[in-house]
């Protein structure tokens, strides 16, 4: 009886996931039909001519979730290692608790934290340094191109970052925990320094946990949807610099279905769902390939 619950119950899950994908498939059909695969190329998006693109907010997506991911990945290792292997057993529970809390946070409050408060620093600071350093270098003035306006794609991809650091290294610090302390010992018996442990030892042991941290961490990002609609400025202009503004596909979604109107335009909107979910299952397929790769080496 038990096994035949658990199978039910994974059936049921398959079911479900089918069901969504489709139920995006229908609903997005008139879409599908009218721009046919150009949909995922053709940048522009406009409902007064009824004629849609997914480019523009694709590319916003990716992204946002690359510059999240570059920031809180090294960030979020260097947490859980001075949790773990650095902070005594006091500061360490501390520090823990703040992680988790911030995990708790709802994204709509980091939007609006980042709306009134993060972007006047940007606008204010960082970015006028960033595009005065970066204006004489090929390829980095075209990405720290652009106005010092606050809001853009690059305060959504640090936003988003600040959002995905808990769930990173609290996932991170956990697998660091499980680790054998005969690795620890050995290491050390040997005259490694802490160093020499951790980046030759601890974190080749714990590489495949690592890189499931991070493939959550980006599951999370490429799907944030309140947050980035707050920062990132909403606008369907194609890619002009990381300090432009610029729009993902679940802020598209956010701000324009309530006013959709006729048949095309709810269509084209759930057809950039539907490109969320590939999207997602994609990276959820890479992620699972190196996991497997990683644990036959």
Excluded at 73 to 81: G, N, Q, T
Excluded at 103 to 120: C, D, E, H, N, T
Excluded at 139 to 165: R, S
Aim: hydrophobic content about 55%; overall charge positive; proline content about 5%.
């Amino acid at each position: 009886m038990f096994k035949k619950i658990t199978k039910s119950l994974a059936v049921l899950l398959l079911i479900v996931v089918i069901a969504i994908l489709v139920s995006l498939i229908i609903m997005s059909w008139p879409a599908i039909e009218k721009f046919g695969i150009s949909f995922l190329w053709e940048s522009s998006w406009n409902p007064v001519t009824e004629n849609f693109g997914a480019l523009t907010a694709i590319l916003g997506t990716i992204i946002t979730s690359f510059v999240a991911i570059v920031i809180a990945v090294p960030l979020s290792f260097c947490i859980a290692i001075f949790l773990t292997q650095i902070a005594p057993k006091k500061v360490s529970a501390v520090f823990s608790q703040v992680i988790e809390l911030m995990a708790a946070v709802p994204s709509i409050i980091y939007g609006m934290w980042g709306l009134f408060i993060f972007a006047p620093i940007m606008a204010q600071y960082v970015q006028p340094f960033l595009i005065n350093t970066f204006q004489n270098v090929p390829v980095l003035n075209f990405i720290f191109g652009g106005f010092p306006m606050g809001i853009g794609v690059f305060t959504a991809g640090v936003i988003l970052a600040m959002m995905i650091i808990p769930l990173i290294s609290s996932v991170i610090r956990d697998v660091v925990n499980t680790s054998p302390t005969v690795l620890k010992e050995a290491s050390y018996s040997t005259g490694s320094t802490r160093f020499e442990y951790v980046f030759k030892v601890l974190l080749p042991y714990c590489k495949n946990g690592i890189l499931g941290a991070v493939i959550l961490g980006l599951g999370r990002a490429l799907g944030e949807t309140m947050a980035v609609t707050f920062v990132i400025g909403n606008s369907h202009g194609f890619f002009q610099g990381l300090f432009m503004p610029g729009t993902t596909i679940s802020a598209t979604i956010a701000n324009e279905f309530t006013e959709a109107l006729g048949k095309i335009n709810p269509a084209a909107l759930i057809e950039l769902g539907l490109v969320l979910f590939i999207i997602t299952f994609i990276v959820l397929c890479i992620s699972r390939y190196l996991l497997k790769k990683g644990s036959n080496v």
